[in-house]
């Protein structure tokens, strides 16, 4: 019989509450000698994570990258998710080493008035995140069910009572529902792909070799910024460095090294899947539409729209709703968990759990509702893109401490980052940094 750890977690400082305090250490893991049975333990944090990489801000990039450029960006999509798994390896082994997240980290090592600022910044990432969602979601409801959109949005806005239902009957619930919608959009997407019937050849080639084009034309270079911040998102790092101190290893050096290990396959694992259904979206909006001269199909609803006559299948659309409405749950669902980890982190706030998820949700939803009070459902999809551009802006902002607190040998110990490792994170967030001030540039001229 499969016996568990009972490792007894390490007693954080005086004063200091553990991330997530409510769900520390509340996941126990497998002490099987087989390998396998470890891994499975540690299988969710990764798919959590994975959820902000198949959002609707994602589907609005990928969609206007496909149906105005053909294949061409599918290796930023690559790329991004590359620099994702190294951004993500990184979050996940600062929480483990230090068990601290990055919000955490930062309130521990910079003065007051830089963290409020650090915080500022991270409420407007999530804020720009939860407004693909919500749209995206409500969206989907809209073209489901005929509801409207502001109506779809305050609907969606009450996941927060789905979260706290889940959560109470213990975080692994939460993570089966999660990994649940993402094997739904899967699914649905590689339906969608098999009835596209795009060119491999392209996509194999656009897949690994970039084009100078990317670069050099300014629309080209402002949906390829769009695509990184939609894929690689600030929240996320905060959220997986908190989450995966949901298990129940040992806290030793010995247990964290195997926890690092089997987390990193988690992630990876995720990641990989996300990337499949990141770039699903493009190839079909480029089999779809871009090959049948539809070059600016920004707007989720003409992709709906268009799908079942370009097609001639009736159910084209209906599972490109429902692959939305599983993509915009899911992600407001990871979202407000990164808005409550975000607030404790930076400003140790201590407040009961449903205090703290309706003050989290109220600060991201609230601009959502202006936005779509004003906008209604034309030029969503310019909106979508563009917060996922202010993603983008916001990245570094997490990047850098990221890199710099998992790179200091004082912090972590003999979990430091190695020296290509050391290297590779501080190319990905000057690259980050550089993209952005190149598209404010063009975006000035």
Request: glycine share 6%; net charge neutral; aromatic share 10%.
């Amino acid at each position: 019989m499969e016996t568990t750890t009972t490792s007894t977690v390490t007693k954080p400082e005086t004063g200091r509450l553990p991330s997530l305090s409510g769900a520390h250490a509340s996941v126990r893991v497998s002490n099987s000698h087989q390998l396998w049975r470890r891994a499975a333990g540690f299988l969710g944090p990764g798919f959590m994570v994975a959820v902000g990489y198949m959002d609707p801000g994602n589907w609005a990039t990928d969609l206007a990258a496909g149906s105005k450029y053909g294949y061409t960006l599918l290796f930023v999509i690559m790329a991004s998710n590359l620099m994702a798994i190294l951004l993500q390896s990184l979050a996940l082994k600062l929480g483990i080493a230090t068990e601290r997240d990055l919000a955490q980290a930062c309130r521990d090592r910079y003065s007051r008035p830089v963290n409020i600022v650090l915080w500022i910044f991270a409420e407007i990432a999530i804020a720009a995140c939860d407004l693909a969602e919500v749209i995206g979601s409500a969206i989907a409801l809209e073209l489901l069910f005929g509801i409207p959109l502001i109506v779809g949005v305050i609907i969606t806005s009450l996941d927060v009572l789905l979260i706290l239902l889940l959560e109470h009957r213990g975080f692994r619930y939460l993570e089966a529902f999660v990994m649940v919608l993402i094997g739904t959009i899967a699914v649905l997407f590689g339906i969608e792909i098999l009835l596209s019937r795009p060119e491999w050849s392209p996509i194999l080639y656009n897949l690994f070799v970039p084009s100078k084009s990317i670069v050099s034309n300014p629309e080209m270079l402002y949906i390829a910024i769009s695509i990184l911040g939609a894929t690689v998102m600030p929240h996320n790092l905060y959220l997986h460095s908190s989450i995966v101190q949901t298990r129940d290893y040992p806290r030793t050096l010995a247990g964290k090294r195997e926890a690092i290990r089997l987390a990193n396959f988690d992630s990876a694992t995720a990641l990989t899947i996300a990337l499949f259904i990141n770039a699903a979206i493009l190839i079909v909006a480029a089999a779809v539409f871009h090959r049948s001269g539809h070059t600016e199909v920004a707007e989720i609803s003409d992709a709906y729209k268009l799908l079942t006559p370009l097609l001639g299948f009736t159910g084209a659309s209906m599972m490109f709703a429902l692959a939305l409405l599983a993509s915009g749950q899911n992600s407001t669902i990871t979202g407000t968990l990164a808005g409550q980890i975000v607030m404790e982190g930076f400003l140790d706030l201590r407040l009961p759990n449903w205090q703290r998820r309706l003050i989290t949700r109220l600060i991201a939803i609230v601009p959502t509702i202006i936005v779509t009070a004003i906008y209604g459902s034309s030029g969503t999809g310019r909106l979508l893109v563009f917060s996922q551009v202010i993603l983008s802006m916001q990245l570094s902002f997490a990047v850098f401490p990221l890199v710099r607190f998992t790179s200091d040998s004082a912090l972590m110990g003999s979990f430091v980052n190695k020296a290509w490792i050391r290297i590779a994170g501080w190319f990905v967030a000057l690259l980050i940094a550089a993209l952005n001030g190149w598209l404010l540039l063009e975006t000035f001229r």
